[in-house]
């Protein structure tokens, strides 16, 4: 878990892991630099014997995570990203952990549970959609479809992060890149359809509030045109390349021509961008993607 001023939710988190059906052998918590009282409710439970707190590296959420993921002990067979704002329904790690015991042993696999949309005091839920096309690289190379308070990853996934992470410099979202990462490399991507997480909106999200419904459709022009998704994707793009070696050679060159494409005429690269077959879920998304990559944002 990794936190920063979340005192106001975090006891209903910490409460819900706690209290999973598969109780987490090991709960490790990372701040950055709080001053909310969020430290001191991290101690309580470190007193407890109940969770162990570091010092977060104080560079945000996604070096903070990475961090955690490199501090994991030898012998964690899984590992639940967790926000601190979230509440967990009982079963999610036993869930999580029968999906992926199913898998060959050292294929790396990232299973990722469906969220419930949640309003600031958890009153209003609704299902998050799910995706109307299967998961895999040629998607998370424009798109994320696993967000990281929902995903959990066995042990080939977490060397396969904890090598890498020194490689990829500083990508924008752990969570996405993770999802390119293990999506290249050959691994499982698994979507649970079962609602497990309670995703709390509000105003204090880091990520995520906005991000459905009509909100979110105002919102992604906005993205594409003031260039902000074009620099995401190079710059997960350019963290990807640098573990180029860990990728499987299909999607090696997949990556390569993607980024060739990438710097082509806009017509040209539209072409060549669909002929590469990546893609967003959604007509919405799939639109939203054309339209990015005749604009050069993309």
């Not at 109780?23 to 909310?36: I, N, V």
């Not at 329904?89 to 949640?118: N, S, T, V, W, Y």
Request: a neutral charge; hydrophobic letters at 40%; aromatic letters at 6%.
């Amino acid at each position: 878990m990794a936190t920063h001023d979340g005192a106001g939710t975090l006891r209903a988190q910490i409460d819900s892991i706690l209290g999973q059906t598969v109780r987490p052998r090991w709960f490790l918590a990372s701040d950055d630099g709080s001053t909310d009282g969020t430290c001191e409710i991290l101690q309580e439970y470190a007193d407890n014997q109940e969770l162990t707190v570091f010092e977060g590296p104080c560079k945000g959420a996604t070096e903070n995570f990475l961090t955690l993921l490199a501090a994991l002990p030898q012998d964690a067979e899984y590992a639940a990203l967790s926000d601190q704002d979230d509440v967990w329904l009982p079963q999610k790690l036993e869930r999580a952990a029968h999906g992926l015991a199913c898998l060959p042993h050292g294929q790396p696999a990232l299973f990722c549970a469906r969220a419930l949309i949640c309003n600031d005091d958890l009153s209003s839920c609704h299902a998050a959609p799910m995706p109307d096309r299967a998961p895999g690289f040629r998607h998370a190379l424009v798109q994320n479809v696993a967000g990281g308070n929902c995903m959990v990853l066995n042990r080939a996934a977490i060397e396969l992060v904890q090598s890498a992470r020194s490689e990829a410099g500083e990508p924008p979202y752990h969570d996405w890149w993770i999802y390119q990462l293990i999506s290249g490399a050959g691994g499982a991507i698994l979507l649970d359809d079962v609602p497990t997480v309670k995703y709390r909106q509000h105003a204090r999200n880091a990520v995520g509030s906005g991000h459905h419904g009509l909100g979110a459709l105002l919102r992604r022009p906005f993205r594409v045109l003031s260039g902000s998704y074009g620099r995401t994707t190079q710059k997960h793009a350019d963290a990807l390349q640098r573990s180029a070696h860990r990728l499987t050679p299909e999607n090696r060159a997949l990556l390569a021509d993607f980024i060739a494409a990438r710097r082509a005429a806009p017509l040209d690269r539209l072409r060549r961008l669909r002929q590469l077959g990546v893609y967003r879920q959604g007509r919405a998304g799939t639109f939203m993607l054309w339209c990015a990559a005749i604009l050069g944002r993309v």
